[in-house]
């Protein structure tokens, strides 16, 4: 499992105005910064802090994401497709890479 | 615990046709200028605070109304491991153009860092449901906050406990 | 062999089975199983469990992640065939001179490195979180009259007082515990009147606190075999399913023989391998070849290099991820170990003997926490431990949330051994093969259904 690997799970059809919901794992370790006696002994750390998702290249969804969101983080939200198309969820690392996958919701 | 092995509600997954996984590795700097780079690499490690230093600095002085049985929050009674809490929210609350859930805060009240999450919906969303998992450093309330498009907030609050010890199950 | 073995009526079967010494003596089919001391492992380096000397400390290389540690523990028995007896039952002299100070005994009761007491029972203390229901509640111990002697004699090798069968550990006996320090223990545990006196005291209102109210609560980490819910389906798909049909060394693949990775279908997300569909589930099996019995884990560290010439070793990443994809084929079928074979009964003879034998530096056994007549269904601390009749092992490899990677039933007994202060065995050792087939051989009479990989805590 290499780190960025983006996975989707969307239902295999959906009708128009149907509210469908859209599951995303990145793989990711969601880096912490390690703390002793109250300081940060690594400065090093490394974790996504933003999901965008669009429909169709209209933005749908957002998160800001913290450490405190697990390693290998699940998002789940909703979406409602008034035509088929094509879901793109991107999630924004701190280190400034970003990773991106997509999906198709049919009619 | 027969749960575990209940396998009623397969479903064929299209794993290898619909869900593209794209391990894209796009390194801002290489597309954007250097201040673009900067402005989207805003992921910082938050400071150490208390949650009602949090409360005040993400929604000012504003009441927080109970939100009863209007948001649903799904998490585990007891996490048997606190670094995988798996919360699900639901709210019932309006997502009309001219009043929608605009953002749903999972705060941890216990963690060093209380924010665990915001999401961000458009009323184009048809409705206010979002899923994740959070870690909890600590047997801790979980406040699951909604703040609507004209700002009133509405929140529940679930205490989840963390165990610990034995033999890690 | 086999189709005589059949002919035999079931109580007839159960009661050869019963004295397995005489099948095995009178038989010619039951083969002798090699020992861990015996079989050259293919389980990875961290795997094997190696004991050597670091600056002037013995330590056992162990797994890097979840805590396993290397403390070694060598002096003590182990789970290999031929290791030694735990030592008997052991009196204790408790010290004359030593005024027991009750306040230096609750804190040690609650010592996570001396136990912790409160994994197993109940202390009025509602600060303990989270506290086990293995033992006796002890809020009103110190009402019921006992000697000190008799207190310092449970804690010191408690199977003194109550038999060679109790689940607790000889906490004095092992050198775990200093005498002085259980001294301070039972003027804790006398110091325990109960409120009312007799009576366990009510601690708090908080109903998870008691863990005889304690719900049983499964976090829903959702559909085992959705990809986004469950990252050991991820983690096969990456590795075992292009490793599936890629060329060897000797310019074979699995698909060589085995045939083509299909079209998914609702209990195989990643595909569906015809030939292979019911295969996982027959495991452990006999291997006549290796005199010993063979999990697919097992099997596949000696079968792919000999047919491929890709290495697998046991407990490695392609080795897990083909297992699971090797074993989901089976998934929703009932687990279908050979019960027929006399070497599978035979297996299952030595398993259950290791199940029950008293190990390491704890001298406690899979028995004492996996049994209904121990701790199997109560909680140790917040686990709660399964019951070997009822749901101990059900489908591994398993996707492991705590440490975010998939572990197989052999890491999970190599990480029993970590708190039992156990070295532990290579994972791919023929002693763990038989305690899997005594634990499958259950599973399989239960008709419990294959589900690989799930996700667990």
Redo the contacts between chains.
């Keep these: 499992m290499s780190v960025g690997q983006v996975r989707i799970r969307v239902p295999e059809k959906a009708k128009q105005g149907e509210v469908v919901t859209v599951r995303v794992l990145v793989t990711h370790p969601m880096e912490t910064l390690q703390f002793k006696d109250g300081k940060p002994v690594a400065k090093q750390y490394n974790f996504i802090h933003r999901v965008e998702a669009t429909y169709n290249g209209k933005k749908v969804f957002e998160a800001e994401l913290t450490q405190a969101v697990s390693q290998n983080p699940l998002i789940a939200f909703p979406v409602k497709v008034n035509e088929p198309g094509t879901v793109k969820v991107t999630f924004y690392e701190t280190t400034g890479k970003t990773y991106t996958g997509e999906a198709q919701i049919k009619f | 615990m027969n749960s575990m092995h209940d396998t009623s509600r397969r479903r064929a997954l299209k794993l290898l046709g619909a869900a593209g996984a794209v391990a894209g590795a796009i390194s801002f700097g290489a597309l954007l200028p250097p201040s673009a780079a900067r402005a989207q690499a805003l992921g910082m490690p938050l400071e150490d605070e208390k949650v009602a230093d949090t409360m005040k600095r993400l929604f000012g002085g504003r009441t927080v109304q109970d939100a009863g049985e209007r948001i649903k929050v799904d998490a585990p009674l007891i996490a048997e491991n606190g670094a995988v809490v798996p919360i699900k929210v639901d709210a019932e609350l309006p997502m009309a153009p001219d009043k929608y859930v605009k953002n749903i805060y999972i705060i941890a009240d216990k963690n060093r860092r209380p924010l665990n999450a915001k999401f961000s919906l458009t009323p184009e969303a048809g409705k206010a449901s979002i899923a994740t998992n959070v870690r909890l450093a600590s047997t801790s309330d979980v406040r699951v906050i909604a703040e609507m498009s004209d700002g009133t907030l509405y929140g529940v609050t679930r205490e989840v406990k963390v165990t610990v010890g034995g033999c890690g199950g | 062999m086999r189709l005589e073995w059949r002919k035999i009526s079931r109580g007839r079967r159960a009661a050869l089975a019963a004295a397995g010494a005489v099948i095995v003596g009178a038989c010619a089919a039951v083969g002798t199983t090699v020992t861990s001391k015996e079989w050259q492992s293919r389980a990875t380096p961290q795997s094997q469990g190696i004991v050597k000397v670091v600056n002037g400390k013995t330590i056992q290389e162990r797994y890097p992640f ?2 396993f540690g290397t403390d070694s523990f060598e002096k003590w028995p182990t789970y290999a065939y031929g290791s030694p007896e735990y030592f008997p039952p052991k009196k204790g002299e408790m010290p004359k001179g030593i005024k027991g100070d009750p306040k230096k005994g609750h804190a040690l009761i609650k010592a ?1 490195a001396k136990g ?1 007491c409160t ?1 197993c029972h109940v202390i009025p203390d509602a600060t303990v ?2 506290a ?1 229901n293995v033992g006796p509640d002890l809020r009103a111990i110190g009402s019921r009259g006992l000697p000190d002697e008799h207190l310092y004699q449970v804690v010191y090798d408690p199977r003194v007082i109550f038999g060679a069968d109790t689940p607790m550990a000889p906490f004095g006996a092992s050198g775990m515990w200093t005498p002085e320090e259980i001294v301070h223990v039972v003027a804790y545990l006398q110091s325990l009147k109960g409120n009312p006196p007799g009576q366990p005291e009510k601690v708090t209102d908080d109903p ?1 606190w008691d863990p005889r109210t ?10 085992h ?5 469950n ?1 050991g ?3 096969t ?3 075992a399913v292009p490793l599936w049909s890629k060329a060897g060394p000797k310019g074979q693949s699995c698909a060589s023989c085995h045939g083509p990775i299909g079209a ?4 195989r ?3 569906v391998i015809a030939s292979m569909v019911g295969v996982g589930a027959r495991y452990p099996k006999w291997m006549a070849k290796y005199s010993r019995m063979m999990s697919v884990e097992d099997f596949l560290a000696v079968h792919a290099p000999e047919t491929t010439g890709h290495e697998m070793p046991s407990q490695g990443d392609a080795n897990l991820a083909m297992s699971i994809l090797v074993r989901m084929q089976s ?2 079928m009932p687990y279908a170990l050979d019960l027929a074979d006399p070497n599978v009964q035979a297996a299952i003879q030595r398993g259950e003997a290791t199940f029950n034998r008293r190990v390491g530096q704890r001298g406690q056994a899979c028995a004492n ?1 996996h049994t209904a007549r121990g701790g199997g269904n109560k ?6 431990l ?1 019951d070997v009749e ?2 101990a092992m ?2 591994h490899p398993y996707w492991r ?2 440490w ?1 990677r998939v572990i197989d039933i052999r890491i999970r007994m190599q ?2 051994m ?2 039992l202060r156990t070295n532990m065995l290579p994972g791919d050792a023929p002693e763990y093969a038989d305690l899997e087939t005594f634990i499958i051989a259950k599973q399989t009479r239960r008709g ?2 294959v ?1 690989v990989p ?1 996700i ?2």
Aim: net charge neutral.
């Design positions: 979840g805590g996570s912790p994994g979180w989270p086990g998870q304690r719900p049983v609560v499964r976090p829903a980490y959702g559909d075999l959705d990809i986004t819910a990252p389906l991820g983690f798909q990456d590795v998914p279908d609702a209990q997300p990643l595909g998934n929703g926490c909680f140790l601390g917040g686990r709660f399964a009822k749901d059900i489908n949330t705590a975010q990480w029993c970590t708190p419990d259904k589900l799930r667990s805590h």
